[in-house]
Structures are given as C-alpha cells and as structure tokens.
C-alpha cells in the first residue's frame, strides 16, 4: 500500500481530539476505508508518532484496530503541520520542486514557513 501523508495528518489530527486515556478503536476518516486507515496507524506506530497500535484480526482479515495516543514526537510534528496555511504552503512547495513526501522533508519545510512567521512577528515588536 502507498504511503498517503494527508491521511497520517488527518489521523494525528483525529488522535490529537480524540485520545483522552484509553485506546481509540476502528478510527473513522471520510474517504478512506478500514484496511487503509489501519494501515496508515500502524506506519504511524512504526515511525513513533503514536504510542500504539494493535491489529485484530480473522481468517486473515482485518477485524478491529486500535491506537494509542501521540507520542511526544507525535506533538512535535503535528504542531509543525497543524495549521491548514502551513500545511498548505509545505504540500505546494513539495509538489512544486519535486521533493518526496518524508516526515524529514515535511519537517524542514513547514519548520521553515513557521521560522518566517516567528521572525516576522520578532520584527513586528522592535
């Protein structure tokens, strides 16, 4: 299956609201069927955005799935593409010249747009 980086933004968003202090189970996501969602939560587990992930499964089919919350890592990368505008303006620049979508490379870029705007506002107070 091909990694879809909308969709683990759209599942750190949903755990981030969602997550109080047990597992959240079968995460529902408009557009995206059970097998795919499951999928990205698990990648999601294996790169350490989110504490957990268990699968259930029978007859070889995926019945059930659940996650646990975001990591503290999990925090650090969404703050950096929570906002729609920087996550907006990283997409278009990767599109634009061509990088791959990595966390690395989504780190860099929105980290940058996010260094304009603190510069900015240091401007603005001196």
Do not use: P
Not at 29 to 58: F, P, R, V
Not at 70 to 91: M, R, S, V
Request: net charge negative; glycine share 6%; hydrophobic share 40%.
């Amino acid at each position: 299956m091909k990694r879809d980086m909308k969709l683990v933004r759209k599942i750190l968003l949903y755990v981030e609201v969602n997550f109080i202090d047990v597992a959240l189970y079968d995460i529902e996501i408009e557009g995206y069927d059970l097998k795919t969602i499951a999928y990205h939560c698990k990648i999601c587990y294996d790169a350490k955005l989110i504490s957990d992930y268990k699968g259930s499964y029978a007859s070889d089919e995926l019945m059930n799935f659940g996650v646990g919350s975001l990591t503290w890592y999990g925090h650090e990368f969404l703050e950096k593409i929570k906002d729609d505008t920087i996550w907006d303006k990283t997409e278009k620049v990767m599109k634009e010249k061509g990088i791959k979508f990595t966390i690395t490379a989504i780190e860099k870029i929105a980290t940058k747009f996010i260094d304009i705007g603190i510069q900015a506002a240091i401007n603005s107070i001196t």
